[in-house]
């Protein structure tokens, strides 16, 4: 309920404020499974995605959002809610199995699911290689995976910044990637990478990034 009422108020306002250019959204089908595969430049990245799809998407947060105490952490906590957002525990050392379980939930119950295949967001602006965490849901429920390109969020809200800014912002849906009958025979391991190799190549041509040649890794200072 408290996802349904601030979604009628919250997306209209945002795009009205931010204008936000968006290419592609026909793309993203209105019901049904589906994996939205984005890149990452900003924390707010999950908030601009949901605000312009017309249908509930949920993104995982983690979980220190939602155990904070008094007014300000009830409010903190209903914010992240009302997003379609889901705790979870990033320093649990099960945390990706955990992250897997909860995405193949979602999908299955045909819901959008939002993941970025990157792990973290990018530091430098450039695109790195791809993990096969989208893949395997893509591989294991069927649904159909979405590529997002993602320009100007990291000018939106920067590290550090508490309150987003006015500036141009990107998003562009491309074509679905299926999978059905596609990977018949190929050996599971092989697949999941051709596969997370293809989303990626799909989400360069949107966000027009450099390319990295490695994987990204968290800083530890996030």
Do not use: C
């Not at 992240?80 to 909860?102: H, K, Q, W, Y």
């Not at 596969?195 to 530890?220: C, F, H, K």
Request: hydrophobic share 40%; aromatic share 6%; net charge neutral.
């Amino acid at each position: 309920m408290l996802y349904s009422a601030l979604h009628s108020v919250v997306p209209p306002l945002a795009k009205a404020v931010w204008r936000p250019t968006v290419t592609g959204l026909e793309h993203v089908p209105r019901s049904g499974g589906v994996l939205l595969a984005s890149n990452h430049l900003s924390f707010i990245d999950s908030v601009v995605i949901p605000v312009v799809v017309p249908r509930r998407v949920v993104f995982l947060a983690k979980s220190d959002y939602f155990t904070g105490t008094g007014a300000k952490g009830a409010a903190t906590r209903a914010w992240f809610e009302s997003l379609g957002m889901l705790p979870v525990d990033r320093d649990d050392t099960n945390a990706a199995l955990a992250s897997l379980g909860i995405a193949q939930e979602v999908l299955e119950r045909g819901d959008a699911f939002g993941i970025y295949p990157e792990g973290t967001r990018s530091r430098d602006g450039r695109l790195y290689r791809g993990r096969t965490g989208a893949a395997h849901l893509a591989l294991t429920t069927g649904v159909p995976v979405v590529p997002v390109g993602l320009t100007g969020t990291e000018d939106l809200q920067p590290v550090g910044s508490r309150l987003p800014r006015l500036v141009p912002v990107t998003v562009a849906f491309g074509a679905p990637i299926t999978t059905a009958g596609r990977f018949e025979g190929v050996p599971l391991g092989r697949a999941r990478r051709e596969l997370t190799d293809e989303v990626m190549d799909a989400i360069a041509a949107l966000s027009g990034q450099e390319r990295a040649p490695g994987y990204n890794e968290r800083s530890a200072a996030t």
